[in-house]
């Protein structure tokens, strides 16, 4: 009584939980549902990510387990949306430096900074969640996952570097703005 989220990735979704065994979902369906959501990440597909967590978090849980699934999706939730918003914030300061806006540029270079450190700190939460699911589902570590969403915030990070660095070359006089009308 499986569902497909996609062809080949099992869902361990039951409609009526009372005809689920009791024992614990496939941990090979975890593992593959989790490798999906980070390769959607490292993608910066945010939007795909977030809709394989909706349809994750409906999955049947026996409660024995359920504090550490839960726990886990709901920090992996939280890093999906900090990272969302890092990319839309990172771009829009890369547009401000285009446009030569230094200062609009610098404040969206200090909100990337400040989103950057919350990352961090949601990315530590969820490494060590992560070992806590693994270890209740007896599934394989989730470290190539874990790797794969470190990679997406240290290129955000560099993305953030590139702006600062593009501020100190208008500032400077290296870059000066310019301007075509045309009609």
Sequence with gaps: SALFAQPGMGLFRHTDPAQARDSLPSAIDMALMYASIAGSISEE????????????DAAY??????YAFARFNS????QISELNTTDAVISEALRYTMLGLVTDARQG??????????????????????DELSAQYK???LTPEMEM???A?????????????????????NLTRTSITLT
Excluded: H
């Design 45 to 56: 597909d945010f939007a795909n990510a977030s809709l394989v967590m909706e349809r994750l």
């Design 153 to 173: 915030i240290q290129r955000y990070l560099a993305e953030a570097a590139y702006v600062t660095d593009t501020i100190g070359d208008i500032e400077s006089g």
């Design 75 to 78: 920090l992996l939730s939280l």
């Design 139 to 141: 599934m394989r570590a």
């Design 109 to 130: 270079f200090s909100n990337a900074t400040w989103m950057i450190a919350k990352e961090n700190i949601t990315w530590s939460n969820l490494s060590d969640a992560a």
């Design 149 to 151: 969403i470190m990679e």
């Design 61 to 66: 849980i026996p409660d024995s387990v359920r």
